[in-house]
C-alpha cells in the first residue's frame, strides 16, 4: 500500500475525524491510529515504531500537551516525521516545536493546506523511487 501510516493526536473529535478525513481523501494518508492525551500518544507512538510513518500532533490537549509526545519521539527513526498543527502558534512556539524535533508546524486556522502539501510531498518521498543513474 503507498499510503503514508499517520497516527493523530488531537483533543477534539470533530476536528481529529475532519482531518482524517481529508488527509485520507486528498493526501492518501493512512490514519493508524488516534490519542487525545499526551500518555496515550505518546504511549502509542513509542510502543508501535514500526506502525507509523507520521504523527500529527496538536499542542494542547486533553491532559498534557503535544510538547511531551515530540520530546518522547525525539528518537524515531530518521524516515518518520512529526509535525505540529496548532491554533496557538506564535514564533516562539514555532521554535520551541522545531527544539523540540518537529519536522514541520502549521496553523490550524491559516495553514491545512500547507499541511496537505506537507503530506502528500512525504508519499511521495516514500514511495517513489529516485530514477537510477546513468551507466556510464
Known amino acids: 500500500m503507498d499510503?503514508?501510516?499517520?497516527?493523530?493526536?488531537?483533543?477534539?473529535?470533530?476536528?481529529?475525524?475532519?482531518?482524517?478525513g481529508t488527509l485520507r481523501e486528498v493526501a492518501r494518508v493512512d490514519p493508524v491510529?488516534?490519542?487525545?492525551?499526551?500518555?496515550?500518544?505518546?504511549?502509542?507512538?513509542?510502543?508501535n515504531l514500526s506502525q507509523w510513518d507520521l504523527a500529527i500532533v496538536d499542542l494542547f490537549?486533553?491532559?498534557?500537551t503535544g510538547f511531551g509526545v515530540l520530546e518522547a519521539c525525539r528518537n524515531r527513526e530518521p524516515n518518520q516525521k512529526m509535525v505540529v498543527l496548532s491554533n496557538y502558534l506564535?514564533?516562539?512556539?514555532?521554535?520551541?516545536?522545531?527544539?523540540?524535533?518537529?519536522?514541520?508546524?502549521?496553523?490550524?486556522?491559516?495553514?491545512?493546506?500547507?499541511?496537505?502539501?506537507?503530506?502528500?510531498?512525504r508519499r511521495q518521498e516514500q514511495f517513489v523511487a529516485p530514477p537510477f543513474?546513468?551507466?556510464?
Open 90 to 121: 506564535t514564533p516562539e512556539m514555532r521554535r520551541k516545536c522545531i527544539q523540540l524535533g518537529a519536522d514541520a508546524v502549521f496553523d490550524k486556522a491559516t495553514e491545512l493546506d500547507d499541511l496537505i502539501d506537507f503530506c502528500q510531498r
Open 133 to 136: 543513474p546513468a551507466a556510464h
Open 33 to 47: 491510529g488516534q490519542a487525545e492525551t499526551e500518555s496515550e500518544g505518546t504511549r502509542w507512538l513509542a510502543g
Open 61 to 64: 490537549l486533553k491532559d498534557g
Open 3 to 20: 499510503t503514508v501510516r499517520t497516527f493523530i493526536v488531537e483533543d477534539n473529535p470533530a476536528i481529529r475525524e475532519n482531518l482524517a
